[in-house]
């Protein structure tokens, strides 16, 4: 008989190695605890609260909104909180987690480098030693965050095995965990990975729904037409979505990276290239070749530069209650220096795929439409990067 | 008696891994044939995988040499066609579980069936997914091998009861490498499984020399040798076949 535990439709699983699997069954009976435990949740409230910024704005971009003319837009500030993105909001609760567990060392692999700076951040909050694993490519594109994680306290391990990207981080950090699993947690960074961590990390990331929710019925009086997010492993995109779906007339849309487009192999468009598969310990959707082999995916945008997809985020698309959208990098350039120059506000490359999708449907939509982009990042980490796509060399 | 349990009839088996196509199908050949002559009682296939994740550094650089090189599951199911014309070695495939998934579990196992491979380890398959590959094994007389870790402790009773073929004890934690020294109580893990059934159990990971191969077979009923082969493979490339030859025949020695 299967064991359904931790399963999304047919999507998620535990497809791990044996040495692994008990690490992953103590992880999912301390999280069953200490969820429903007041303690923990009120030092997580109260870190979230005084520590990252809670709750983050959801800012009604007037400017943007005339510009395109058409639905209203709002954005959730994610990029407000302390590190600069939403992945603070998952790290906090798991290194919280791990620590109640006994944990003394957190381990986290990281692409554009913001969960890795993320992860650094609450293990020296925590006094807990942290090993963060960066594919090599990735460490050149996003130096800047390579030494703020060293900054905070932080070894930076440069991956270079297969692509030197962010699935090469996620292998090299499960590789780690299996030679140290008493006193390691892995912190991973998004809804991926082998249950219980999609649930996890939905859960913790949730709270950005939870109060977008609060905050459009508190402005508007009534829930969006639409919410749209960049998905990845699709942390940001989960936790925008989550206490929205079941608001069946509010439309859920993830944006993947299409790189330069998805009729080339320059893409990392899971849900619109790939296929059904079994990779990092889940069931779900990956872009890989006839025999299985994972394919090495591209674009301009570290933290989307994945070959798979959250397990929920595969079920959400089977099921058709959400949608996922590519985005290439041209769109996502232009968005992002669209809402810079727009809003004042510079989106992480990652946030711009969103915000590009949103410029496409807005001018589409009625004055009375609503719709909610989420800015999961600051766009900081991302200026030189962009500056050498316009072809301009700038010096950090 | 399946032909697994053959490889364990006549004392200790020694098991050489090998990954196929590394650094070409005909290479592989040639090494599989001199294992065979030089006493292998059972012989691992590795199908390459891009990302082996239950894998060191020595290894993975052999899965992307194979895969670099052309091979596919396709040309191996060919390859081993071939050599089961002369070799009658029991044989399983050792790959990831996305490779069987993504050809299709009935077509690929049932094609081990036709071409004569005898089981198939997949590390990224532990005993809560097994359902997902083991009815069609059961159906084609597949032998769906089981792992055991240093970590796995009250699951060992539950594993054993249901494995098929032999049980993959894993000597240490981490991935595969040869290593100086395994630090698990290896007997304590065979004691308990032996409570839970009769079918032979082999340690693998870490183990490269004759040494720590006598020290294995001491408690277990076969050794397995992955990384150690591989590095030669690595060294020697498509003159590898006289040095793993040699090396496997040290190996069985001292198992005996």
Redesign the interface.
């Known amino acids: 008989m299967t064991n359904q535990k931790g399963r999304f439709g047919i999507h998620g699983g535990q497809y791990i190695p044996e040495t692994l699997m008990n690490a992953v069954i103590e992880l999912e009976q301390a999280y069953e605890h200490y969820k429903n435990d007041p303690d923990f949740q009120r030092e997580l409230s109260d870190l979230l609260a005084n520590y990252a910024g809670r709750p983050s704005l959801l800012y009604y971009a007037e400017k943007l909104t005339n510009t395109l003319g058409g639905a209203k837009i709002y954005l959730k500030r994610e990029d407000l909180n302390h590190t600069g993105s939403h992945k603070i909001n998952n790290v906090l609760g798991q290194a919280l987690l791990a620590k109640k567990m006994g944990k003394t060392r957190l381990i986290a692999e990281t692409g554009a480098g913001q969960h890795g700076v993320a992860t650094a951040t609450a293990a020296a909050l925590l006094g807990m030693e942290c090993v963060v694993f960066m594919g090599e490519e990735d460490t050149k594109r996003q130096a800047l965050n390579v030494y703020r994680m060293k900054l905070l306290g932080s070894k930076v391990v440069p991956v270079t095995s297969g692509t030197a990207t962010l699935k090469d981080a996620v292998s090299e950090a499960m590789r780690e965990w299996t030679s140290r699993i008493d006193d390691t947690h892995y912190c991973l960074g998004s809804v991926m990975g082998p249950h219980p961590f999609p649930t996890i990390v939905r859960d913790f990331q949730a709270v950005i729904s939870k109060e977008a929710r609060e905050q459009i019925l508190e402005y508007e009086g009534r829930l969006p037409d639409a919410v749209i997010a960049c998905v990845g492993g699709g942390s940001n995109a989960i936790g925008s979505f989550y206490n929205f779906i079941n608001d069946k007339d509010v439309r859920l849309i993830g944006c993947e990276a299409a790189g330069r487009g998805i009729d080339t192999f320059e893409t990392a468009a899971t849900v619109n290239t790939g296929r059904l598969g079994i990779f990092h310990g889940m069931k779900s959707y990956f872009c890989q070749d006839e025999y299985g082999q994972i394919a090495p995916v591209y674009s301009i945008s570290a933290g989307l530069d994945y070959p798979g997809i959250g397990p929920e985020h595969a079920h959400l698309h089977d099921i058709g209650r959400a949608e996922y959208v590519p985005v290439t990098d041209d769109e996502a350039v232009d968005a992002f220096e669209f809402l810079s120059r727009t809003e004042g506000i510079i989106p992480a490359i990652e946030s711009a795929h969103a915000v590009a999708h949103a410029m496409k449907i807005a001018p589409e939509m009625g004055k009375d439409k609503i719709i909610i982009v989420t800015i999961s990042g600051r766009g900081d980490k991302d200026c030189a990067a962009i500056a050498r796509y316009r072809g301009e060399d700038i010096y950090e | 008696m399946s032909k697994i349990r053959e490889a364990f009839a006549g004392g200790k088996a020694f098991i050489p891994f090998i990954t196929c196509g590394d650094p070409d199908l005909e290479t592989t050949g040639r090494i599989v044939r001199e294992m065979a002559a030089n006493g292998a009682d059972l012989i691992e296939l590795g199908i390459p995988?891009?990302?082996p994740?239950?894998e060191?550094?020595v290894i993975?650089g052999a899965n992307i040499r194979a895969?670099s090189g052309g091979v596919?599951?396709?040309r191996i199911f060919a390859f081993v066609e071939e050599l089961r014309k002369d070799v009658s070695t029991p044989m399983v495939f050792m790959t990831?579980?996305?490779?069987?998934?993504?050809?299709g579990a009935e077509k690929f196992i049932s094609t081990c069936r036709r071409i004569g491979i005898d089981g198939i380890i997949l590390?990224?398959?532990?005993?809560?997914?097994k359902?997902?590959f083991l009815p069609v094994c059961r159906e084609y007389g597949v032998d769906l091998i089981s792992?055991?870790?240093?970590?796995?402790?009250?699951?060992i009773a539950m594993?054993a009861k249901e494995a098929d073929g032999f049980i993959y004890i894993?000597s240490s934690?981490?991935?595969t490498g040869v290593r100086s020294k395994i630090t698990t109580d290896i007997s304590a893990l065979v004691k308990v499984i032996r409570e839970n059934t009769d079918i032979p159990c082999a340690v693998g990971f870490g183990i490269s020399t004759p040494e720590q191969a006598a020290e294995m077979s001491r408690y277990a009923d076969g050794v397995i040798v992955g990384s150690a082969i591989v590095r030669q493979i690595a060294e020697y490339g498509r003159d590898s076949a006289g040095p793993v030859g040699e090396y496997v025949r040290k190996m069985k020695a001292a198992l005996k």
Not at chain 2, 123 to 129: A, G, I, N, T, V
């Open positions: 995988f891009s990302d994740t239950a060191g550094p993975q895969l596919t599951t396709d990831y579980a996305n490779v069987v998934y993504s050809y590390p990224d398959l532990p005993f809560e997914e359902d997902e792992l055991i870790a240093p970590t796995s402790a009250d699951r594993i894993v934690l981490g991935v």
